[in-house]
């Protein structure tokens, strides 16, 4: 009896799991169908699911129609480079707050997270303004720096909550063990950082890469990224949605390749220290 | 070599003063244990030894040289911890040879003395294993053969059983007696446990509030307990500790006696009732109210068939018992 009740459990809770998934990737599932139809069975009423003619004409008019590859190359720059400079900026930062703690790192932490609680739509003008000023405009490294100061302040908190979660102890037993302060950073700090390090810059990476407000409005031609690429096929002449479509699928489906491949460290940094 | 004196070490955390000020002498090759209750500054006062503290005052010295203000990696000293606190990331051998490997020893030598230490310590079989896969038992193992190959000239434990199960805990505690045995090498432990104490200790230093209460063997401490505290702190069941009139009879402000000289006897000059009666099969420990006296515990041998509502008759044993004055010093002679 106990085990029949808890195998009917085991699949209602599948379904139900099931279906919460497919219903959450059903947009994407979704924007990758339409990108194979005719911009007809794009918009064809009742909607046509699997059974329609399937077409990569699509993908090729986005390919000569714009440069994917400039896209491309300019999310990989920006999104990398981002999150490159937030980590070497993140990681001293995180590591005194962690180990050496004052009395007001809670309130320096506090005081980081409370910059993202302000839109961002409220520092668009004085950004826009120093980025004229500075010749920014419209160059990698001005989002570089934006998208890196944006995402800061959640890389410190992911790091800090890690390294926090290293046991004072050990770095004493390695202390009592003879290692110098070299030795501790090599052979006992960094192995145990490291995962922890990773899920960060994953998870900043995804962030970077799917980042759209700042891209939009400090790029045009020269440094749009992938975002700007798609919102370039919402056109105000007509609705394209294949096009469109085809051009969404195109631009997450470096990102979504490279979380389906991570998402095990990925989970492990979202749900770490929510789960002991 | 072992020896590590204290003298008038002090530490304060702002303006809380955990040690305002001890001495103490180690000497080589003897088993100290620290005890006392939790918050007394034993494990502070073991780190401040290490040198993961700094001392606020006074100085240490090991093997009659000053350390003071030694790194802890200088002072040649090993220590267990209460978490074990192995390197998560390394095998079972690794974990071991890490000192070594930071003293740069010869990586032949660094082997010969992980596999002696593992022989010890029945690790031989679980030297390529995370500590992850391992129990309690088995980390702690660990924790200690990190510890030996260094051949350190003192060993420092930090409460180093309290995370196992009771059984594993007495045998746990055999095998470092026995450790200490066969290495003749200083060892500190810390405990709250005075049972740890009794049972390991060559000298045992009694801690309160920061301060030493008594420092001696364990018997010393059993028989002759320098204070009330002292007197409460060591032994199993407590000592009764009895105030008012029948102490000041026996020309003292507390009168102690432990439970287990206390004899029940028709010619008893207390009497009390049977509160609570615990049979443990080889003793009987029975909690009698004895009216005025208070609460007095009763240890007696084997099995006796007194139940709940009894009324006993309490001789104290000739010479077994305690006179502390007002401010609870043994009053002795």
């Known amino acids: ?23 959450i990737f059903f947009p994407i599932l979704w924007t990758i169908l339409t990108s194979f139809k005719t911009e007809g069975d794009a918009i064809a009423y009742p909607p046509k699911f699997l059974f329609f003619d399937w077409t990569l004409e699509n993908y090729s008019i986005v390919q000569e129609r714009s440069n994917y590859m400039r896209y491309l190359w300019n999310s990989v720059i920006i999104a990398g480079g981002s999150t490159l400079l937030g980590i070497i900026i993140a990681v001293p930062a995180a590591w005194s707050m962690a180990f050496v703690p004052s009395k007001r790192t809670k309130d320096i932490l506090m005081w980081m997270l409370s910059t993202k609680m302000l839109p961002a739509v409220g520092v668009l003008y004085p950004i826009y303004l120093m980025f004229i000023k500075l010749g920014l405009l419209d160059t990698r490294l001005g989002l570089v720096i934006v998208l890196m100061l944006i995402n800061l302040p959640i890389i410190v908190w992911m790091l800090y909550t890690y390294f926090k979660e290293i046991p004072a102890e050990i770095l004493e037993a390695a202390r009592m063990d003879g290692a110098s302060l070299k030795s501790e950073l090599l052979y006992v700090l960094t192995p145990m950082a490291i995962p922890g390090i990773a899920s960060t810059i994953l998870l900043n990476i995804i962030l970077a890469w799917n980042e759209a407000f700042w891209t939009l409005n400090l790029t045009a031609a020269k440094a749009g990224t992938l975002t700007a690429f798609i919102a370039s096929y919402s056109s105000p002449e007509g609705l394209f949605y294949a096009k469109l479509s085809a051009a969404s699928t195109m631009a997450i489906a470096p990102i979504l390749i490279l979380g389906w491949f991570s998402q095990k460290q990925l989970v492990r940094g979202l749900t770490f220290g929510a789960v002991k | 070599m072992g020896k590590i004196t204290l003298q008038s070490v002090r530490k304060s955390f702002g303006d809380v003063h955990v040690i305002p000020g001890i001495d103490l002498e180690i000497n080589d090759g003897e088993f100290v244990v620290f005890v006392g209750p939790s918050g007394c500054g034993k494990s502070t006062l073991l780190r401040l030894i290490a040198g993961l503290e700094d001392i606020s005052a006074g100085s240490i010295a090991i093997d009659g040289l000053d350390a003071t203000h030694l790194p802890p990696a200088k002072r040649g000293l090993a220590m267990v911890f209460q978490s074990y606190a192995l390197y998560p990331h390394m095998s079972v ?10 003293a740069g020893m010869d990586p032949a030598e660094q082997e010969r003395r992980v596999t002696h230490a593992a022989n010890i310590l029945n690790l031989t079989n679980y030297l390529e294993r995370r500590p992850g896969q391992l129990s309690g038992g088995q980390r702690q193992r660990v924790a200690i053969g990190r510890a030996i190959v260094r051949e350190p000239s003192a060993f420092l434990f930090d409460e180093p059983l309290s995370n196992l199960d009771a059984a594993l805990r007495v045998s746990m505690r055999q095998e470092i007696s026995e450790l200490h045995q066969s290495l003749k090498t200083t060892m500190i432990y810390v405990t709250h446990d005075q049972v740890e104490a009794m049972t390991m200790a060559d000298k045992i230093v009694v801690l309160n509030a920061g301060r030493i209460e008594q420092v001696g063997s364990p018997l010393t401490l059993y028989h002759q307990p320098d204070n009330v505290f002292v007197a409460g702190f060591i032994g199993s069941p407590k000592m009764n500790l009895i105030t008012g009139p029948t102490a000041a009879a026996h020309g003292c402000h507390t009168l102690g006696i432990r439970p287990e000289h206390l004899d029940i006897r028709a010619d008893g000059i207390w009497e009390g009732r049977v509160g609570l009666a615990e049979h443990l099969g080889s003793d009987t420990f029975l909690k009698v109210d004895a009216g005025a006296l208070g609460t007095l515990t009763v240890r007696a041998t084997g099995e006796v068939g007194l139940r709940h509502g009894d009324v006993v008759r309490l001789a104290p044993q000739e010479g077994r018992l305690h006179r502390f004055d007002q401010d609870g010093k043994a009053i002795r002679g």
Do not use: D
């Not at chain 1, 106990?2 to 497919?22: D, F, P, Y």
């Not at chain 2, 051998?93 to 930071?102: D, E, H, T, V």
């Open chain 2, 93 to 102: 051998r690794k974990n071991i040879a890490f000192p070594l490997k930071m």
């Open chain 1, 1 to 23: 009896m106990a085990r029949a009740a808890t195998n009917r459990r085991k699949t209602i809770n599948t379904i139900l799991a099931w279906s919460v998934g497919l219903l």
